[in-house]
């Protein structure tokens, strides 16, 4: 009884004691919040990589890739049977974009990577639906232009695109024309560049099939090559050539306008017309050129993909980069893509297929998600693990700092553990007294702690908020990160770990001091003054 | 044993009491309380070993109120420590109710200090963070566990606060040490130590630090609880008007007992 009504009254005296529960506390509060700012930004991560990565990819180490993948997925089929949920084939292949900057005029052109996919199947081996802007191409995906309402749900504040836009630009393009050709009597392909793109066909080698009727809303399913007739002349304002969908930040930058807010600026928006150049399969390889419209934009806010990724129609590529077997007529891919059943490890499905396409004979890379993005993902957890340590040698300061105050405790308290002796208090009570005061200080530090670091994970961004307009330092800058918050995800267990970790710790550090007083002649301790 | 006692404490030496000088006669049936015999101590300073009680032989009765007088040094405190077990002698027996104390192990001595010997200080030695009735409270709630405590909590308190009462400091309930004086410090340690009820009451020097006034108030008090309610008590003192009260004063000199006289 007197053991836990001493403890909690020097508990309650010693002021001294707040400084060690205030840096239990401080350990405590932001182990809690970095874990839980990590778990977030890693689990965000993961979930992002695996949800525009397929769970295994059969990725040919040739660029002209793999013959006849109808062959390869029976054979797959076989292999794995029932663990599949989704099968696709696609191409993925290095590109170059051309495509006009729509506010100052001028050409734009980019590296990019082309990936070319089978719009039925490719939504369901990954993600890659739930990122595209226009929410009808969400729920299927056909390479069409839509009239408007791009970012619906997800950008609001998107510019007007679409047919909308497309009908505008094609308008002030036919203005532009008529008044040079009336004016100075001039051939339309010495227009000077105009805000809008212009539409020129003269540029494409024999392969731009334009995509006719499209706009009066014929189904085309995947919309290539559906050269009903021939038109002779393709109107912009009613037509469209093949879609490509863009990752975001291929045309558009975000930066921040002149009061500081956060801004994005759109070189082209879905409606516009760009220009893919990619090496066809010859020997060597030539350039081949076409012309694309934007359709969609693609945003997983992934920047290393936002910036790179065009998507256009796997038959489309194909065809422009003639990769097709002339034997046979089938037509080759350069990836096969899984989509496995929930559970299933992709270790063992990945060692089958091993067997079943070893490397001597066919040449294939089968990579698991991790593997694509090995590096990366060993980078973070190698990051929270050494910042858990350092964060912990804090807590560990904080127990030195119990040690010592604890033993200006125990001999300001000599007398006292000398009174207690001689009113017949065992050794071991005495030594009770000072493990239970550093129990109940590292109980209550990092309970503290615990309830102080949980209000801060709730409420990180309107802190991070706080913190900007006070030091006018950005904390968490969207124009790097792509998230517009930061992430958090609080893991009881790692909490249960962190305050069990830190009261131990007290405990620890208590021990010594405890011991001390404990052994403490009782004749000595009477006559300390 | 008994040779080495005779060793330690030649014949020739030990003190001698008249015939004629004995207790009071209400004490002369009492059955003896604690008594020691040759008992030695020496206290270590640095490589030299100083001795301070050299054999003394001591023994006090039921409902004795006895005083131990002698000069600084002359090792009555460390007398009264070993009397209660706060320390080991180096040689020689101590018997409390015919059982040998001195070599018991530590958890029977504690039990022995909480339940059968109460001791004051000269400094009161109160615990500062408690207030008088927790301070008086102290003893029972090192001897019951917490439900055990919590069980009899009432009873508990109604004797600590009767004890407070009998040393007139019922107002001073929920005092601090430092809320109060040094004569009132005394008297809760008084009632602390009559808390477990104990067989023995051991004091050293409880006027010590304390004016004349209060002292008298404190030596009141303790002659109240020898006569009226019979409690034994050994009080080491340099205060001769003190000693002259005592039932039986014993005087140590250079760690022996030089003298014992009775109260006429």
Same mark, same amino acid.
């Given at each position: 009884m007197y053991k836990l009504l001493l403890s909690w009254r020097y508990l309650k005296s010693r002021y001294i004691a707040l400084a060690s529960i205030v840096s239990v506390t401080l350990g405590v509060a932001t182990l809690i919040v970095v874990n839980s700012v990590m778990a977030g930004f890693s689990d965000e991560m993961h979930k992002r990589l695996h949800g525009i990565l397929s769970d295994i990819v059969i990725r040919s180490h040739d660029l002209n890739g793999l013959p006849d993948p109808e062959w390869h997925m029976d054979e797959i089929r076989q292999i794995l049977g029932d663990d599949i949920k989704a099968m696709t084939a696609a191409i993925q292949i290095p590109a170059m974009i051309n495509f006009r900057n729509n506010i100052q005029g001028q050409w734009i052109t980019q590296p990019i990577t082309l990936i070319g996919v089978d719009p039925s199947t490719y939504g369901a081996v990954s993600d890659f639906s739930e990122y595209l802007l226009h929410p009808e191409n969400r729920e299927q995906l056909d390479f069409l232009l839509k009239e408007n309402s791009y970012g619906l749900g997800k950008r609001e504040r998107f510019p007007v695109s679409g047919w909308a836009r497309r009908r505008v630009s094609a308008e002030w393009e036919q203005d532009a024309v008529?008044?040079?050709? *009336?004016?100075?009597?001039l051939d339309a392909s010495d227009i000077p560049p105009s805000p809008f793109p212009l #539409? *020129?066909?003269?540029?494409?080698?024999?392969?731009?099939?334009? /995509?006719?009727?499209?706009?009066? =809303?014929? #189904?085309?399913?995947?919309a290539t090559q559906a050269v009903d007739e021939p038109q002779l002349i393709f109107d912009p304002a009613t037509e469209q050539h093949t879609g490509i969908i863009l990752g975001i930040s291929i045309c558009s930058l975000r930066g921040r306008d002149a009061d500081g807010e956060v801004m994005d600026y759109y070189f082209?928006? $879905?409606?516009?017309? /760009?220009k893919i150049t990619v090496p066809n399969s010859g020997q060597p390889p030539k350039a081949v050129s076409d012309n694309f419209t934007i359709v969609d934009f693609y945003e997983s806010e992934m920047s290393e993909y936002d910036s790179s990724f065009a998507f256009v129609p796997?038959?489309?590529?194909?065809?422009?980069?003639g990769m097709v077997d002339v034997q046979s007529g089938t037509k080759s891919v350069s990836t096969i893509q899984l989509k496995?059943?929930?559970g299933t490890d992709l270790n063992t499905v990945k060692e089958k297929l091993q067997i079943r396409f070893p490397i001597q004979q066919f040449g294939y890379q089968i990579q698991t998600w991790r593997d694509m993005?090995? $590096?990366?993902?060993?980078?973070?957890?190698?990051?929270?693990? &050494?910042?858990? &340590?350092?964060?912990?040698? &804090? &807590?560990?300061?904080? =127990?030195?700092?119990i040690l010592a105050t604890f033993f200006m405790i125990v001999v300001e308290k000599t007398r006292d553990v000398g009174i207690l002796k001689s009113l017949g208090a065992p050794s071991g009570g005495v030594m009770s007294i000072f493990l239970g005061y550093g129990l109940s200080l590292g109980t209550v530090g990092s309970g503290v702690g615990l309830v102080l670091g949980l209000l801060f994970v709730d409420n990180i961004n309107i802190i991070a908020g706080w913190i900007e307009k006070v030091t006018g330092q950005e904390v968490f800058d969207p124009t790097v990160y792509y998230f517009n918050q930061i992430p958090v995800i609080v893991n009881p267990v790692t909490c249960v770990w962190v305050v069990l970790g830190a009261i131990t710790i007290a405990v620890i550090a208590s021990i010594l001091p405890a011991r001390k007083a404990a052994k403490l002649h009782p004749v000595e301790a009477l006559r300390y003054e | 044993m008994s040779s080495a006692f005779e060793l330690t404490y030649p014949k020739s030496q030990q003190p001698s009491v008249s015939s004629n000088q004995t207790l009071h006669p209400r004490l002369l049936q009492a059955p003896v309380v604690l008594k020691t015999s040759g008992v030695t101590k020496s206290y270590r300073k640095g490589k030299v070993e100083v001795p301070v009680l050299r054999g003394v032989d001591i023994e006090v009765v039921e409902g004795e109120f006895q005083a131990i007088v002698g000069a600084s040094g002359s090792g009555k405190s460390t007398l009264l420590h070993l009397l209660a077990t706060l320390d080991r002698p180096d040689s020689g027996e101590i018997y409390f109710e015919e059982n040998r104390i001195d070599n018991l192990p530590a958890a029977s001595r504690d039990i022995l200090r909480n339940r059968y010997i109460g001791m004051i200080f000269q400094f009161y030695h109160l615990l500062p963070e408690l207030t008088a009735l927790e301070n008086v409270l102290m003893p029972v709630m090192i001897n019951h566990g917490i439900v055990s405590y919590m069980l009899q909590r009432r009873k508990f308190r109604k004797r600590a606060k009767e004890l407070l009462d009998l040393v007139g400091l019922s107002h001073r309930l929920k005092h601090r040490p430092r809320e109060m004086s040094g004569g009132e410090m005394q008297r809760v340690a008084i009632a602390r130590s009559l808390m477990a009820n104990p067989r023995l009451l051991l004091a050293d020097e409880p006027t010590g630090n304390l004016d004349r006034s209060a002292g008298d108030e404190i030596m009141e008090i303790i002659h109240e609880l020898n006569s009226n309610y019979d409690v034994t008590i050994v009080m080491v003192t340099h205060d001769m008007s003190i000693a002259a009260r005592a039932d %039986?004063? /014993?005087?140590?000199?250079? =760690? %022996? /007992?030089?003298? #014992?006289?009775?109260?006429?």
């Amino acid at each position: 009884m007197y053991k836990l009504l001493l403890s909690w009254r020097y508990l309650k005296s010693r002021y001294i004691a707040l400084a060690s529960i205030v840096s239990v506390t401080l350990g405590v509060a932001t182990l809690i919040v970095v874990n839980s700012v990590m778990a977030g930004f890693s689990d965000e991560m993961h979930k992002r990589l695996h949800g525009i990565l397929s769970d295994i990819v059969i990725r040919s180490h040739d660029l002209n890739g793999l013959p006849d993948p109808e062959w390869h997925m029976d054979e797959i089929r076989q292999i794995l049977g029932d663990d599949i949920k989704a099968m696709t084939a696609a191409i993925q292949i290095p590109a170059m974009i051309n495509f006009r900057n729509n506010i100052q005029g001028q050409w734009i052109t980019q590296p990019i990577t082309l990936i070319g996919v089978d719009p039925s199947t490719y939504g369901a081996v990954s993600d890659f639906s739930e990122y595209l802007l226009h929410p009808e191409n969400r729920e299927q995906l056909d390479f069409l232009l839509k009239e408007n309402s791009y970012g619906l749900g997800k950008r609001e504040r998107f510019p007007v695109s679409g047919w909308a836009r497309r009908r505008v630009s094609a308008e002030w393009e036919q203005d532009a024309v008529k008044t040079q050709t *009336d004016t100075l009597e001039l051939d339309a392909s010495d227009i000077p560049p105009s805000p809008f793109p212009l #539409v *020129d066909d003269s540029g494409v080698e024999g392969r731009g099939e334009t /995509v006719a009727g499209l706009a009066e =809303g014929q #189904v085309h399913g995947a919309a290539t090559q559906a050269v009903d007739e021939p038109q002779l002349i393709f109107d912009p304002a009613t037509e469209q050539h093949t879609g490509i969908i863009l990752g975001i930040s291929i045309c558009s930058l975000r930066g921040r306008d002149a009061d500081g807010e956060v801004m994005d600026y759109y070189f082209a928006l $879905p409606g516009d017309d /760009v220009k893919i150049t990619v090496p066809n399969s010859g020997q060597p390889p030539k350039a081949v050129s076409d012309n694309f419209t934007i359709v969609d934009f693609y945003e997983s806010e992934m920047s290393e993909y936002d910036s790179s990724f065009a998507f256009v129609p796997l038959a489309k590529v194909q065809d422009l980069r003639g990769m097709v077997d002339v034997q046979s007529g089938t037509k080759s891919v350069s990836t096969i893509q899984l989509k496995l059943r929930e559970g299933t490890d992709l270790n063992t499905v990945k060692e089958k297929l091993q067997i079943r396409f070893p490397i001597q004979q066919f040449g294939y890379q089968i990579q698991t998600w991790r593997d694509m993005q090995g $590096p990366l993902l060993a980078a973070v957890q190698l990051e929270t693990t &050494i910042l858990n &340590i350092l964060l912990f040698l &804090i &807590i560990a300061v904080a =127990g030195f700092g119990i040690l010592a105050t604890f033993f200006m405790i125990v001999v300001e308290k000599t007398r006292d553990v000398g009174i207690l002796k001689s009113l017949g208090a065992p050794s071991g009570g005495v030594m009770s007294i000072f493990l239970g005061y550093g129990l109940s200080l590292g109980t209550v530090g990092s309970g503290v702690g615990l309830v102080l670091g949980l209000l801060f994970v709730d409420n990180i961004n309107i802190i991070a908020g706080w913190i900007e307009k006070v030091t006018g330092q950005e904390v968490f800058d969207p124009t790097v990160y792509y998230f517009n918050q930061i992430p958090v995800i609080v893991n009881p267990v790692t909490c249960v770990w962190v305050v069990l970790g830190a009261i131990t710790i007290a405990v620890i550090a208590s021990i010594l001091p405890a011991r001390k007083a404990a052994k403490l002649h009782p004749v000595e301790a009477l006559r300390y003054e | 044993m008994s040779s080495a006692f005779e060793l330690t404490y030649p014949k020739s030496q030990q003190p001698s009491v008249s015939s004629n000088q004995t207790l009071h006669p209400r004490l002369l049936q009492a059955p003896v309380v604690l008594k020691t015999s040759g008992v030695t101590k020496s206290y270590r300073k640095g490589k030299v070993e100083v001795p301070v009680l050299r054999g003394v032989d001591i023994e006090v009765v039921e409902g004795e109120f006895q005083a131990i007088v002698g000069a600084s040094g002359s090792g009555k405190s460390t007398l009264l420590h070993l009397l209660a077990t706060l320390d080991r002698p180096d040689s020689g027996e101590i018997y409390f109710e015919e059982n040998r104390i001195d070599n018991l192990p530590a958890a029977s001595r504690d039990i022995l200090r909480n339940r059968y010997i109460g001791m004051i200080f000269q400094f009161y030695h109160l615990l500062p963070e408690l207030t008088a009735l927790e301070n008086v409270l102290m003893p029972v709630m090192i001897n019951h566990g917490i439900v055990s405590y919590m069980l009899q909590r009432r009873k508990f308190r109604k004797r600590a606060k009767e004890l407070l009462d009998l040393v007139g400091l019922s107002h001073r309930l929920k005092h601090r040490p430092r809320e109060m004086s040094g004569g009132e410090m005394q008297r809760v340690a008084i009632a602390r130590s009559l808390m477990a009820n104990p067989r023995l009451l051991l004091a050293d020097e409880p006027t010590g630090n304390l004016d004349r006034s209060a002292g008298d108030e404190i030596m009141e008090i303790i002659h109240e609880l020898n006569s009226n309610y019979d409690v034994t008590i050994v009080m080491v003192t340099h205060d001769m008007s003190i000693a002259a009260r005592a039932d %039986r004063t /014993v005087r140590l000199a250079e =760690g %022996r /007992v030089e003298s #014992v006289s009775f109260q006429s």
